[in-house]
């Protein structure tokens, strides 16, 4: 009797998390239509090549507006589908949205060329996923909803189980496990994909990092225990704080019954192509040789690679790079107090930076930052475990409310997009426009009088394009 073939499919992210996690989101249209229609010929289950903080950098530091490129590279995907990240509530920004703007948004991106929206909150919080993934649903697009997996002992395998079929109830078409900071270890792998099969019928895919060095194990692991998809990025732009090499894992799964039956010389013509613009990013030390390496302090602290990056940046700011080490062990600290939340955006800049301000101003909490108050009081949604009572009081306090919120925070935010409408109307030159302006209103802003400037001839001189963060 042969043997029942269980082909992995692959997901490709160099146009997106991979050139995100590796050089802040850096690589223009320009540089990637020329190698799409070979691109398309490979047979890739889907690319990732929008959402996440690609949309915020086209805006602010490439001059480029990304709903054009969505159309570009959807002209150029004939068969492949395209795939976004989608911060639920918050969209592609780093708070919370009206329902009507989180709907808008969705519809639009899924008009423009958006097959697939892998939807994920930062605090796992079911509610603020519901409006997006109904959404996607009424437009016929593929809702896929993430799990931001994370280590503390609120998130046993049953935790994961059950969210599982939470997810399934709301309407989900899969479910993704999302590890940002490369933490999920082989033989744990195993277990929780286990587990997820257990608690649903929905296609599992497993995306990671490859920070901490077991990414490839981890996916082989993954797909034994019957994940079918995984997120790989092609070579020149693979590992360190980016997702295993695509070719590798092709390779590690040939001729057995995973063979994903990717063809390994159409993809070395892919490999080929980004090669020259790897090294043109070496050169101009857009990519560091700092995130190509294997950070085993990722298992201890949980720090996400971008959000390694940004610490560096703050403290280097502040003339306090010698308390990195400080503000690494203090990360931890800040996540117990704010009910240990997964860190991925904006958690992860929200604690990391409460971190930094606990170390440099030498008295915890005597500082805190409106985005660390608003979580504590509840406006990101619930987290898993409580927080700590003391520190959430100061920020109530300061605040001036008696209770923290324990209804869907977006139940608060009424309707936004006639106000948006509104205030934006000048500048309007497609619907999407005001979706831009929505998420980003000063950047939107300035790259609108930027856009006017190109088209009516005068020479518009750019805005400074030196970021300080690095969203994840």
Sequence with gaps: MSEVKKPVKITETILRDAHQSLIATRMTTEQMLPIIDKMDEIGYHSVECWGGATFDACLRFLKEDPWVRLRKLKDGFKKTKLQMLFRGQNILGYSPYADDVVEYFVQKSIANGIDIIRIFDCLNDIRNLETAVKAANKEKGHAQVALSYTLGDAYTMDYWKNMAKQIEE?????????????????????????????????????????????????????????????????????????????????????????????????????????????????????????????????????????????????????????????????????????????????????????????????????????????????????????????????????????????????DDIKPQLETLEKEMAQYKKQD???????????????FFKYRDAQETGIDATLANTEDKTYPV
């Excluded at 063809?263 to 050169?283: G, H, M, N, S, V």
């Excluded at 999407?432 to 300035?446: I, R």
Aim: net charge negative; charged share 25%.
């Design 170 to 410: 709301m309407g989900a078409d899969s479910i993704c496990i999302k590890d940002m900071a490369g933490l999920l270890v082989p033989t744990e792998a195993t277990k929780l994909v286990t587990a997820l099969k257990e608690g649903t019928k929905l296609p599992i895919q497993l995306h990671t990092h490859y920070t901490s060095g077991v990414a490839s194990m981890t996916y082989m692991k993954a797909v034994e225990a019957g994940c079918d998809i995984i997120d790989t990025a092609m070579s020149p732009l693979a590992l360190g704080t980016s997702q295993p090499a695509t070719e590798v894992m092709v390779k590690a799964f040939e001729g057995t019954e995973y063979d994903s039956g990717l063809d390994q010389t159409k993809l070395a013509e892919i490999a080929d192509y980004f090669r020259p613009l790897r090294e043109e990013w070496l050169e101009s030390g857009l990519l560091s040789p700092k995130v190509m390496g294997v950070n085993i302090k990722t298992l201890l602290y949980q720090v996400p690679g971008g959000m390694l990056s940004n610490l560096v940046s703050q403290l280097k700011e502040m003339h306090a790079e010698d308390k990195f080490q400080e503000v690494l062990e203090e990360v931890p600290r800040v996540r117990k107090d704010f009910g240990e939340p997964p860190l991925v955006t904006p958690s992860s800049q929200i604690v990391g930076t409460q971190a930094v301000l606990n170390v440099v101003t030498g008295e915890r909490y005597k500082m805190m930052t409106k985005e660390s108050k608003d979580l504590l009081v509840g406006k990101y949604g619930q987290t898993v475990k409580p927080m700590n009572a003391e520190v959430q009081k100061k920020a109530l306090d300061s605040l001036g409310m008696k209770e923290p919120i324990t209804h869907r925070p977006a």
């Design 432 to 446: 999407e426009d005001v979706l831009s302006y929505a998420l980003f209103p000063q950047v939107a802003t300035e």
